[in-house]
C-alpha cells in the first residue's frame, strides 16, 4: 500500500502570502491519479486538483499543482481569506495524506 | 447537478453493523466509468478512504477495512449503500459519500453524516 506523507504538518501565512505544500509518497505513483482537496470544518471536501497539475472546474487559477513520481507540490500563490483550511493529497482507491493546515498567522 | 445525499442511523452500539445509504440525483450509476465511493473522518483526524463500487458492483476496499466493509449499488432507487461491522469507538466519524473516477477525481460530494458509535 502506498502511504502518502505531507508536509508540512501545519503552515502558519498571513494573506496575500504564497503557500507551498508537499506529498511525498511512499512510492512511484502516477501522476494521472493523484488529487488535492481542501476542506473546510463543516464542509465536504473540494476537488482542487486532479491528474497532479489539473485544475477542477471553478477553481481559481491561483492553485496550482506540479510534481510526479514520488514528490508533488500544491502551491497557492496569494492566499484569500477562504484558502485558510486543511488541505489533503490522495491517490485514487487508497489512502489520503494526513493533511496540511494553512492558518492565519 | 450531480447532488448525493446520506442517510442513516446516527448512533450505532459497539458490535453492531453500521449501515448507511447514499442517493444519487441528477445521474445515473452507469455514466461515463465513474465509482462511487466511501470517505470517512474520525473526529480530529484527517480523510480515511473506505471504499467504492461502479456501477456493474465491482467493489475494491481499503485493506485495513476490508474483513468489516460491504459496499453495495441498488440501481433501480439510484443510491449505493455502506455497511461496516463489528463497530467500536474508532469507527465514529463524519460519513461521507462522493463520486469518483480514477483520472480526475472524486468531484461530487454530500454534505457528510455524523455517525457515533456509543452505547
Known amino acids: 500500500e502506498i502511504v502518502l506523507t505531507q508536509s508540512p504538518g501545519t503552515l502558519s501565512l498571513s494573506p496575500g502570502e504564497r503557500a507551498t505544500l508537499s506529498c511525498r509518497a511512499s512510492q512511484s505513483v502516477s501522476s494521472n491519479y493523484l488529487a488535492w482537496y481542501q476542506h473546510i470544518p463543516g464542509q465536504a471536501p473540494r476537488l482542487l486538483i486532479y491528474?497532479?497539475?489539473s485544475r477542477a472546474t471553478g477553481i481559481p487559477d491561483r492553485f496550482s499543482g506540479t510534481g510526479s513520481g514520488t514528490d508533488f507540490t500544491l502551491t497557492i500563490s496569494r492566499l484569500e481569506p477562504e484558502d485558510f483550511a486543511v488541505y489533503y493529497c490522495?491517490?485514487?482507491?487508497?489512502?489520503f495524506g494526513q493533511g496540511t493546515k494553512v492558518e492565519i498567522k | 447537478q450531480l447532488q448525493l445525499q446520506e442517510s442513516g442511523s446516527g448512533l450505532v452500539k459497539p458490535s453492531q453493523t453500521l449501515s448507511l445509504t447514499c442517493a444519487v440525483s441528477?445521474?445515473?450509476?452507469?455514466?461515463?466509468?465513474?465509482?462511487w465511493s466511501w470517505i470517512r473522518q474520525p473526529p480530529g483526524k484527517g480523510l480515511e478512504w473506505i471504499g467504492h463500487i461502479y456501477h456493474r458492483g465491482t467493489t475494491y476496499y481499503n485493506p485495513s477495512l476490508n474483513s468489516r466493509v460491504t459496499i453495495s449499488v441498488d440501481r433501480s432507487k439510484n443510491q449505493f449503500s455502506l455497511k461496516l461491522s463489528s463497530v467500536t469507538a474508532a469507527d465514529t466519524a463524519v460519513y461521507y459519500c462522493?463520486?469518483?473516477?480514477?483520472?480526475?477525481?472524486?468531484?461530487?460530494w454530500g454534505q457528510g453524516t455524523l455517525i457515533t458509535v456509543s452505547s
Open positions: 462522493a463520486r469518483g473516477h480514477i483520472l480526475t477525481g472524486y468531484d461530487y
Open positions: 491528474g497532479a497539475s
Open positions: 490522495h491517490q485514487y482507491g487508497s489512502s
Open positions: 441528477g445521474d445515473s450509476f452507469s455514466s461515463g466509468g465513474y465509482s
